[in-house]
């Protein structure tokens, strides 16, 4: 079967084309700007791909176009595709037709800390010998790609609510029907298709209607969001998860070292994780995880010895780079309760070293300047902010962030912040470049601008 992707370098379509590559399938597709470690990760699969949205790519006749959602109305290749009567679906389909169908399908939800888990959780089962299938919105160091076929029964996929496609504006998740779905929180964002945070709701509401009374839901219960969605309707047992609270599932991380905590089962101690990673947002992951992993046959401690071994996420504050004792990040945060998270978990390690923030508000809740008010006191941990301020945002930037005085910059170009940065920046320091993008190649020109001023 020849498979066509429009919208192929996204972090779920990328992953479709290498699950589909797997399955036998010969695999092409297009896109826009493909940055890595999306275009990576399809050069290393001899994916090919074109560069745009011509109508002449259709002329091969693939057997089934699988059209992503960033795809309009309007588009050449959709028109073309539309008019010439063709075979089309939408990457969740696809995926819940060709390969889930006789899954068990663990599905991990919520507005944050979806990729860090779903890999934490593809790694558990992988460490206990299941060979597990999964799809990460991002390239996980324990494995070489952002998703793989493997063997049944098990499939990890990260679940999320943004809309199908342009003829399905369900949620992508609604299609997979999973037996064990991870609810890790939720929060308004996507204001480009969601109103308020109810509509939102009523997403997960669909998704809870799919999930078999034989299933099993692991919840985040200090999330009053979530618990007003399962009030809304719930028909499937639940294990809960929290941190300093009441629940099924809980962490006590240690005081004098950030990346080492203690997990509890019911009140009962299972053991300890010491790792790299930090902040409590990770040790809520971990512990979604492993709850998730004991549904699929793993046991507690199995999955602790897994985590202990688990290399993170690229773009989850991976570090790019030291150049004269200054430290960058790569970092995928891109909603301030995400910022926030991040900023506080490197302070917790750092200490009083000094964190500088660069931020490129990229997403189409941030460039809509929706959580505009929250921006400034999710920054708090960091010492400087540098802002990606192009003139055509659209909204008050430097008027919302006033509150934080001389903290807060601004450039209008990503050249201009690379100067900006390297002139600032001195050894000792931590810079946490923060973009859901490519950030115009920042992260590189900067390194390279430190080393020349080293």
């Known amino acids: 079967m020849h498979v066509h992707i429009l919208g192929l370098g996204g972090t779920f379509m990328a992953g479709l084309a290498a699950i589909a590559k797997a399955a036998g399938c010969r695999v092409t597709g297009s896109d826009l700007n493909v940055y890595p470690p999306m ?3 399809l050069e290393r699969l001899g994916i090919d791909f074109i560069e745009g949205y011509g109508a002449e790519q259709l002329d091969t006749r693939p057997d089934i176009v699988v059209v992503g959602n960033a795809m309009k109305r309007g588009v050449p290749v959709v028109e073309a595709m539309l008019d010439r009567g063709m075979a089309y679906t939408s990457g969740p389909r696809w995926l819940a037709e060709q390969v889930l169908r006789d899954r068990h ?3 991990v939800t919520g507005t944050h800390g979806k990729t860090t888990t779903t890999a934490m959780l593809a790694w558990i089962l992988q ?3 299941l060979q597990p299938g999964f799809l990460i919105g991002g390239v996980p160091g324990n494995f070489d790609s952002s998703a793989r076929l493997g063997d049944a029964p098990y499939f990890v996929i990260e679940a999320d609510e943004y809309d199908t496609a342009f003829f399905d504006k369900r949620a992508k998740f609604v299609h997979y029907r999973p037996r064990t779905v991870i609810l890790n929180n939720l929060e308004y964002d996507h204001a480009d298709i969601y109103p308020d945070v109810a509509s939102i709701q009523r997403q997960f509401n669909q998704l809870l209607r799919t999930v078999p009374g034989a299933g099993r839901l692991i919840v985040n219960a200090q999330d009053a969001q979530l618990q007003a969605t399962l009030e809304m309707g719930c028909w499937t047992p639940r294990e809960t998860f929290a941190i300093g609270a009441a629940a099924d599932w809980s ?4 005081p004098e ?23 409590e947002h990770n040790v809520m992951n971990a512990l979604a995880a492993i709850a998730a992993a004991r549904q699929a046959g793993v046991a507690a401690e199995r999955s602790l010895e897994a985590l202990r071994e688990f290399r993170g996420v690229k773009r989850r504050m991976e570090v790019r780079g030291v150049i004269g004792g200054i430290t960058v990040y790569d970092d995928f945060a891109h909603h301030p309760t995400a910022i926030a998270t991040t900023l506080r978990g490197l302070r917790a390690r750092v200490g009083g070293a000094r964190i500088i923030a660069v931020l490129e508000l990229r997403s189409n809740t941030m460039k809509m300047g929706v959580h505009s008010d929250h921006m400034a006191p999710a920054l708090a941990a960091a010492d400087l902010t540098y802002f990606f301020c192009p003139a055509d945002l659209g909204w008050d930037l ?4 006033a509150s934080m005085g001389p903290s807060a910059r601004f450039a209008a170009s990503v050249d201009a912040l690379v100067q900006g940065l390297a002139e600032e920046a001195r050894s000792g320091d931590h810079i ?3 973009s859901n993008g490519g950030f115009g190649g920042l992260h590189d020109k900067l390194l390279t601008a430190l080393e020349g001023a080293a």
């Open 39 to 41: 275009s990576t990760q």
């Open 105 to 107: 399908v663990i599905a």
């Open 127 to 129: 460490h206990a010998g």
């Open 251 to 254: 962490a006590r991380i240690d």
């Open 257 to 279: 070292r950030a990346g080492r905590f203690t997990v509890n089962f019911q009140e009962r101690a299972v053991g300890q994780v010491e790792w790299d990673l930090y902040g």
């Open 398 to 401: 430097k008027g919302a962030v």
């Open 432 to 434: 946490v470049v923060m």
